[in-house]
């Protein structure tokens, strides 16, 4: 018989409320949904006390590289997806510049194998688009991967589509959603002209968010939303940095069951990311280039429009861009340095952070990192506390300070942004599939997740 689990009196939040009550899990899924008062139906084999905390849908992050295969001296599924485990992280979209880059059938299914021995958490792997593999969108399974990634700009894995034709036969060919990486190369290649004439070979990282500009930003995103309009195609832009894309888009409010809706009420949507939030340009004088990212991070203007859009529909989820390199990797500045910053452990309290400084509430946190995910995707039976659905959970106390040191980060890397920052709220445990995966600082190493499944 399956284990039946009672996480009793947590604060339980989904769907837009908060309320007291409790949780079964019988076996992988939730079983039942208690108020405050309320009694399991029938005995439970174990409990785990919730008092003083809040039981969230588990996150769904839908943009990370996790770097295998090809790149696995800095990261690997194991090591991140115990991450993303320590920080209440169920489920994850994998990229697909890795070494080779899933632009094959053969490498997408190889990634898949790979996980199926080694990841902690859920997981499935965007499809990479490039100039000419266009014909194999047609072989891809609509169940099986969330979409295709396309690099409308330069970025890590040198995938770039900048070719006319190329971008119409893609966004007129795909059947899945089109996840936009948005910056005009042109722009940025002219700029990093300009700025080696005036500081050297090497500009110092401060001046990254003028090398890839505002200017680029919006010229590519500009395009990008014009093919889908042309095409009538899915598209969702990963990584929007700046106050002027966010006027591309407009408002959405994921709330139907209606599948059919759900498509047309969302052809155009947008990503922030945790990094993009939380940090503004000005945090390079004292990270460096350990927040050196693309598209850069920018203005304390652009951020607070950022934070303004995560309430007014403009901006749908939220992500990390989990991108880890070795620290040796980001030596140097706007030419050397590597780009990328490791957060997907760190991803949920930073966001809860946010909540206790009034930017959104605890009800908007859990509906763009855990149910718009699962309803923009289509995700099958996740990211919701449904009656029936997977039991995929974090469980997370406020008001329990503690400090980010080496010795917590489980990325393979060892290394990251929040170092010495001093979080007030805690992932207590993470639960996936209804298995403890994470307790209080311990990862179960021996579990691994399930392939997600998409509508």
Same mark, same amino acid.
């Given at each position: 018989m399956?284990?039946r689990t009672? &996480?009793?009196?947590?604060?339980?939040v989904?769907e837009?409320?908060?309320?007291e009550g409790s949780i079964?899990?019988d076996?992988e899924?939730i079983? %039942?949904i208690l108020k405050?008062?309320q009694h399991p139906e029938?005995?439970?084999?174990?409990?785990?006390d919730?008092?003083?905390c809040?039981v969230?849908p588990?996150?769904?992050d839908?943009h990370v590289?996790?770097?295998e @295969?090809g790149?696995t001296?800095k990261?690997?599924?194991?090591?991140?997806s !115990?991450?993303?485990?320590a920080?209440?992280?169920t489920?994850?979209?994998? /990229?697909?510049n890795?070494?080779?880059q899933?632009?094959?059938i %053969?490498?997408?299914?190889?990634?898949?194998? !790979?996980a199926?021995?080694?990841?902690h958490?859920n997981y499935?792997f965007?499809?990479?688009a490039?100039n000419?593999n266009?014909?194999?969108f047609?072989?891809?399974?609509?169940?099986?991967?969330?979409?295709?990634k396309?690099f409308?700009g330069?970025s890590?894995?040198?995938?770039?589509v900048?070719?006319d034709?190329?971008?119409?036969? &893609?966004?007129?060919s795909?059947?899945?959603p089109?996840m936009?990486?948005c910056?005009?190369?042109a722009i940025?290649?002219?700029?990093?002209e300009?700025?080696?004439?005036?500081?050297?070979?090497?500009?110092?990282?401060?001046?990254?968010?003028?090398?890839?500009?505002?200017?680029a930003c919006?010229?590519?995103?500009t395009?990008?939303?014009d093919l889908?309009?042309?095409?009538?195609?899915?598209?969702?832009?990963a990584h929007?940095?700046?106050?002027?894309?966010l006027e591309l888009f407009p408002?959405?409010?994921?709330?139907?069951?209606?599948?059919a809706?759900q498509k047309t009420?969302?052809?155009?949507?947008?990503?922030?990311t945790?990094g993009?939030?939380?940090f503004?340009?000005?945090d390079?004088e004292?990270l460096?280039a !350990?927040?050196k990212?693309?598209?850069?991070?920018?203005?304390?203007?652009?951020?607070?429009?950022l934070?303004?859009?995560l309430?007014d529909g403009?901006i749908?989820t &939220?992500?990390?861009d989990?991108?880890?390199?070795?620290?040796s990797?980001?030596e140097g500045?706007c030419?050397?340095?590597a780009?990328?910053?490791?957060m997907?452990?760190?991803?949920?309290?930073?966001?809860?952070?946010l909540?206790?400084?009034?930017?959104l509430t605890?009800?908007r946190?859990?509906?763009?990192m855990a149910?718009n995910?699962a309803?923009?995707f289509e995700?099958?039976?996740r990211?919701?506390i !449904?009656?029936?659905?997977q039991a995929d959970?974090?469980?997370?106390?406020?008001k329990s300070?503690w400090?980010?040191t080496?010795e917590?980060i489980e990325?393979?890397c060892?290394?990251?942004p /929040?170092e010495g920052h001093?979080?007030?709220?805690?992932?207590?445990?993470?639960?996936?599939?209804?298995?403890?995966?994470?307790?209080?600082g311990v990862v179960d190493r021996?579990?691994?997740?399930? @392939?997600?499944?998409?509508?």
């Amino acid at each position: 018989m399956a284990m039946r689990t009672l &996480i009793k009196g947590g604060r339980i939040v989904n769907e837009g409320t908060c309320f007291e009550g409790s949780i079964v899990i019988d076996g992988e899924q939730i079983a %039942e949904i208690l108020k405050s008062g309320q009694h399991p139906e029938t005995p439970v084999d174990q409990t785990i006390d919730a008092s003083g905390c809040y039981v969230l849908p588990g996150i769904i992050d839908t943009h990370v590289h996790f770097r295998e @295969p090809g790149m696995t001296e800095k990261a690997d599924i194991e090591s991140e997806s !115990r991450a993303a485990a320590a920080g209440g992280v169920t489920s994850y979209f994998e /990229m697909p510049n890795t070494a080779p880059q899933t632009t094959t059938i %053969e490498a997408l299914d190889d990634k898949f194998q !790979r996980a199926a021995k080694t990841s902690h958490v859920n997981y499935t792997f965007f499809f990479g688009a490039t100039n000419d593999n266009v014909s194999l969108f047609d072989k891809l399974d609509v169940h099986r991967i969330p979409g295709i990634k396309l690099f409308m700009g330069s970025s890590t894995g040198n995938m770039l589509v900048d070719r006319d034709e190329a971008l119409n036969r &893609i966004f007129a060919s795909a059947r899945l959603p089109i996840m936009a990486h948005c910056e005009d190369t042109a722009i940025i290649n002219r700029n990093m002209e300009e700025a080696k004439k005036a500081w050297g070979d090497d500009p110092q990282v401060s001046l990254h968010a003028l090398i890839r500009s505002e200017e680029a930003c919006l010229a590519s995103t500009t395009k990008a939303v014009d093919l889908a309009k042309k095409h009538k195609a899915r598209l969702h832009v990963a990584h929007v940095s700046t106050a002027e894309e966010l006027e591309l888009f407009p408002p959405v409010s994921l709330c139907s069951n209606n599948v059919a809706a759900q498509k047309t009420a969302a052809n155009i949507t947008a990503e922030a990311t945790v990094g993009h939030l939380f940090f503004t340009m000005m945090d390079h004088e004292r990270l460096g280039a !350990r927040i050196k990212v693309n598209p850069a991070i920018k203005s304390p203007v652009d951020q607070f429009m950022l934070r303004q859009a995560l309430n007014d529909g403009r901006i749908t989820t &939220i992500a990390t861009d989990h991108a880890p390199h070795l620290l040796s990797q980001k030596e140097g500045g706007c030419a050397k340095a590597a780009s990328g910053m490791p957060m997907v452990q760190f991803s949920l309290p930073t966001m809860l952070e946010l909540v206790d400084q009034n930017v959104l509430t605890i009800e908007r946190l859990v509906q763009l990192m855990a149910h718009n995910p699962a309803l923009l995707f289509e995700v099958r039976q996740r990211g919701f506390i !449904r009656k029936g659905y997977q039991a995929d959970l974090a469980i997370v106390r406020p008001k329990s300070p503690w400090t980010v040191t080496p010795e917590v980060i489980e990325s393979k890397c060892g290394w990251s942004p /929040m170092e010495g920052h001093t979080f007030q709220w805690r992932v207590e445990q993470t639960i996936c599939n209804g298995h403890i995966i994470y307790n209080k600082g311990v990862v179960d190493r021996q579990y691994i997740g399930q @392939p997600l499944t998409f509508r």
